[in-house]
C-alpha cells in the first residue's frame, strides 16, 4: 500500500539525492530555471520506505508538477502521486494542471496520457536553450532514452 505525505526537512536530501532520472535537482520548464529543493513536493511511502516523489508549483488556475519519480516503476506509485497533487490542486480551486516532458521521454508521454493528460505544445529547441540556464554547454548532445538527442520540451496539460 502506498502512503502520500507532505514532505519534512528531513526528507529534503533524500530527495535531492534522488533526481538524477530528472536530469538533476534543477528543472527547467516553459524557459524558467526551477531549483527543487524550493518548492512544494509530497513523499510516498510503500512498507515504511520513502518509494517517491512529486514536486510541484502551485498557482491560482493552474498547478505545474515539476518533478515526478517513483524508486520502483510499475508498482502504482507514480499514479498515486499524480492523483495525490492532482486533488490537492482542485482542492484549491486550480482549473487545470501541467507537466512537461523531452522529446525522448516516450514512457512518461504514455504514463501521462493514459492519466487523461493530453498535448498541450511543443517547444522546439527549449531544451537546447535551458542547457544555458543548468551550466551545461549548448553544443554539447545530451542523448536521452533510446539513444534520442534530447533538444524539445513537450507540455501535457489535464482540465481538472
Not at 38 to 60: K, N
Request: hydrophobic letters at 40%.
Amino acid at each position: 500500500m502506498t502512503f502520500i505525505r507532505d514532505i519534512t526537512d528531513n526528507d529534503r536530501e533524500w530527495l535531492l539525492a534522488n533526481t538524477d532520472p530528472l536530469g538533476g535537482p534543477e528543472v527547467v520548464s516553459g524557459g524558467v530555471l526551477h531549483r527543487l529543493r524550493d518548492h512544494p513536493a509530497v513523499i510516498s511511502e510503500s512498507d515504511g520506505a520513502r518509494s517517491g516523489y512529486a514536486v510541484f508549483r502551485p498557482g491560482a488556475v493552474r498547478w505545474e508538477i515539476l518533478g515526478i519519480m517513483s524508486i520502483v516503476p510499475r508498482k502504482g506509485t507514480g499514479s498515486a502521486l499524480l492523483d495525490h497533487v492532482e486533488a490537492m490542486a482542485k482542492s484549491a480551486g486550480a482549473a487545470q494542471i501541467r507537466l512537461s516532458t523531452t522529446n525522448d521521454n516516450f514512457p512518461a508521454m504514455r504514463f501521462c496520457q493514459l492519466r487523461g493528460y493530453r498535448f498541450r505544445q511543443l517547444i522546439p529547441g527549449a531544451f537546447l536553450e535551458s542547457k544555458k540556464l543548468r551550466g551545461i554547454p549548448r553544443d554539447l548532445p545530451v542523448l536521452g532514452n533510446y539513444g534520442i538527442e534530447i533538444r524539445d520540451e513537450i507540455i501535457l496539460n489535464k482540465d481538472l
